[in-house]
């Protein structure tokens, strides 16, 4: 598998936990350590995965609302062999998010080490 389908393989498990709110596929595309941050909210929100895992995971999933999935892959770039950077975009309810996600490669995987995004409303 090359490194793109590496990156691309991640992002599909990520897009499946947020449509699924789906806490053992957050597990497989973070990295244990990885942030989650948005300068949306004052102050600065930031969140470890211990916190963010459950709140998905308490969110009504858009899977059993029968929404429309709507994941996009904007862009993937690589710094090097082990770090990759992606530009997403999901929607969850009437919200539409830019997710900035870098990425690592480690051991036999590419893990999100760092997600920072921003809400797009819908009138935008």
Request: with cysteine; hydrophobic share 45%.
């Amino acid at each position: 598998m090359s490194d793109f389908d590496g990156v691309i393989e991640t992002l599909n498990i990520y897009f499946d936990a947020l449509y699924y709110c789906d806490r053992d596929k957050l597990a497989v595309a973070f990295h244990p350590q990885a942030i989650y941050a948005t300068a949306d909210e004052t102050p600065l929100l930031y969140r470890t995965m211990g916190e963010y895992f459950p709140i998905v995971a308490a969110r009504e999933s858009g899977a059993s609302r029968g929404e429309v999935r709507r994941d996009i892959v904007d862009g993937i770039e690589f710094a090097g062999e082990n770090t990759a950077f992606a530009r997403v975009r999901c929607s969850i309810e009437q919200r539409s998010f830019v997710d900035l996600l870098t990425l690592v490669h480690e051991a036999t995987r590419w893990r999100i080490i760092a997600k920072v995004f921003q809400v797009i409303e819908s009138n935008q």
